[in-house]
């Protein structure tokens, strides 16, 4: 039986080894006024004279993106996908355009276990895109009267 001072000293010794290996948190929740205050900030600089510009197909700019539940599902639906990750492309209508119209694709990600892995995630699955953008398709937290 270890005593209460061997015990310690493994507390001590496990407690700060866990911590290197524990994964931080991808996301954290945000009260709505944060993310109104956010969305908004984005929406000036975006639409501001020397800003991205970031516009959609119908040259409106761009608040964000729609992600369908049925898609998110059979992502998620793969019990080794962890999360979803989410990459900005050209959209496919504009190719060449010197303008700023893009599309969202996202895809099912897992834990990247390969020795000297580059990415800590590797994306599995099927690749969504033709993703609808906002305005367009939007939930109410980018509205400016909701």
């Known amino acids: 039986m270890k005593t209460r001072y061997e015990?310690?000293?493994?507390?001590?010794?496990?407690?700060?080894?866990?911590?290197l290996t524990k994964k931080p948190t991808m996301a954290s929740i945000i009260d709505p006024e944060s993310a109104k205050s956010l969305i908004a900030e984005y929406k000036k600089q975006n639409a501001a004279d020397g800003g991205p510009g970031i516009t959609t197909p119908d040259k409106q700019f761009l608040h964000g993106y729609f992600?369908?539940?049925?898609?998110?599902?059979?992502?998620?639906?793969?019990?080794?996908?962890v999360g979803v990750s989410l990459h900005f492309a050209k959209h496919p209508d504009h190719i060449?355009?010197?303008?700023?119209?893009?599309?969202?694709?996202?895809?099912?990600?897992?834990?990247?276990t390969t020795s000297n892995a580059t990415t800590t995630h590797?994306?599995?699955g099927p690749i969504y895109g033709n993703t609808p953008p906002c305005p367009e398709v939007c939930g109410s937290i980018s509205s400016d009267n909701s």
């Not at 015990?7 to 911590?19: A, N, Q």
């Not at 060449?96 to 990247?112: I, K, R």
């Open 7 to 19: 015990l310690h000293i493994l507390l001590f010794i496990i407690g700060p080894l866990s911590t």
């Open 67 to 81: 992600l369908d539940r049925e898609s998110l599902e059979h992502l998620l639906s793969n019990p080794k996908v």
């Open 96 to 112: 060449g355009s010197p303008h700023n119209h893009f599309t969202m694709l996202y895809a099912g990600a897992e834990p990247n």
């Open 122 to 124: 590797i994306n599995t």
